[in-house]
Each structure stands twice: as C-alpha cells, then as structure tokens.
C-alpha cells in the first residue's frame, strides 16, 4: 500500500540555520506530494505542494522537489525563525476521494 | 472564499458520555469530508470520509460514528465515549472532482475523556 516516511525529530536548531526535513514515499502510479504544517494548539495548514515529477512547490520561504527516482520530497529552507517552530507533515494523495497518507509528523524547534 | 468551522474547539467528557462534534464549510458545494483524529504524540488516523449527503465510509471499526445531513455539514457522534477516544479531532474537506487532491482542515476541537 501507500505510505510515507519522514526523518523522526525532535528536530532543534538555531535561528537563520538551514532546514531539511525528509520524506521519502511508497505508492503506485503518480501520487501528489504535500507538506502541512501544524502550529501548536492549531489545524493543519497546507504548506506546499507537488503534483508531477521534478515539480517544486514552494512557501513561505520553504521548498521541496518531487523526485521520482529517489520517491522523496524533502522539505528545505535556508534561514528558519523561531515562528517556524511546529510539527511538519508529509503526506501523498492519489486524487479524487482518495484519503491522503501521512508521515507521522517532525516536530521543529527554533531557538532564537 | 472557502471556510471551514468545527465546534466546539475544546471538549472535556466523562468516560460513558454521548459526544457530538460539528463541521461545517463555506464557501463550496457538494464538497468531500474527512474526520481525522491525532492522539497525543502520535500522527493522523482517518476515521471517516464522505463524498455526499447520506455517504460516509469508515476507515477504522469502532464506537465512533458520522453522518452527513446536510451537503456541508459533517457530524462525529459517540453514545459511549472511552478514554481512548481523547485527541485532537480534525474535519478537512477536499473538491469533489476527479483530479482534486488537496485537502483543507479545520481549526480542530480537542477532546479530554476522564
């Protein structure tokens, strides 16, 4: 079946460092990629999303790839804040009715 | 644009009691609906989606229910809640069209079963 896989956290860094996040998937035909993210007490937000491969979604600073040939879709932003601190999510969807799959979440903590 | 509204936001039950928690959307007709619940520490399970008024399908058996009595309207019901059922319980909705894939949620309600 489908499934994700994200880099377990706690994830801890500095403000201005660099982020990468990893997700690699497992699914059949041609799934969309998308990375949520959820601020404390709060509902998930989509954050970005990709559709085909070698598309790149991009947000708020944030930016990941979809990459076929490795199946992954690694989020990555070049200078963090501390208002960036939450749990990220990523997740693939076969479209239509399709439920989307989620990783079990990276929780990030930026310090300042 | 579109909304998405879940009540109440926070919720603290006694073990064996009834729950009702509510979504509703704005702004789109004839929307797909989604209950997702996350326990402590842990990722998003699915319970339940709707494609139409009347159409809900389970992800998971258990002493949850939903109904969907109106296009934009999604319900989650228990007549016994147990303590496994506290959580953070997400409604999201999505297009109802071939090639939608995006999912939007809600703000949440967080449910404390003692």
């Known amino acids: 079946g489908n499934s994700v896989t994200q880099m377990e956290g706690p994830v801890t860094l500095s403000e201005e460092a660099f982020l990468t996040i990893n997700c690699t998937y497992t699914a059949t035909g041609y799934p969309s990629l998308f990375w949520y993210v959820q601020y404390p007490g709060e509902g998930l937000q989509l954050l970005l999303k990709a559709t085909k491969a070698d598309d790149k979604g991009s947000n708020k600073g944030f930016e990941a790839t979809y990459r076929k040939e490795t199946t992954s879709f690694h989020l990555e932003k070049g200078s963090v804040q501390v208002s960036d601190s939450a749990v990220y999510f990523c997740a693939l969807s076969k479209g239509g009715s399709e439920k989307l799959v989620f990783g079990k979440g990276t929780k990030l903590t930026v310090n300042p | 644009s579109q909304t998405i509204h879940q009540w109440p936001a926070t919720l603290v039950q006694p073990v064996g009691s009834p729950l009702s928690l509510e979504c509703t959307v704005e702004?789109?007709?004839?929307?797909?609906l989604y209950w997702y619940r996350q326990a402590a520490g842990r990722g998003l399970q699915l319970l339940f989606y709707s494609v139409g008024i009347g159409q809900i399908s389970s992800e998971v058996p258990q002493n949850l229910s939903a109904s969907r009595p109106q296009d934009r309207q999604f319900i989650l019901s228990s007549k016994k809640l147990l303590l496994s059922d506290s959580g953070f319980y997400l409604c999201a909705w999505s297009v109802n069209s071939r090639g939608a894939d995006t999912q939007y949620f809600g703000p949440g309600t967080r449910l404390t079963v003692l």
């Open positions: 702004g789109t007709s004839n929307p797909n």
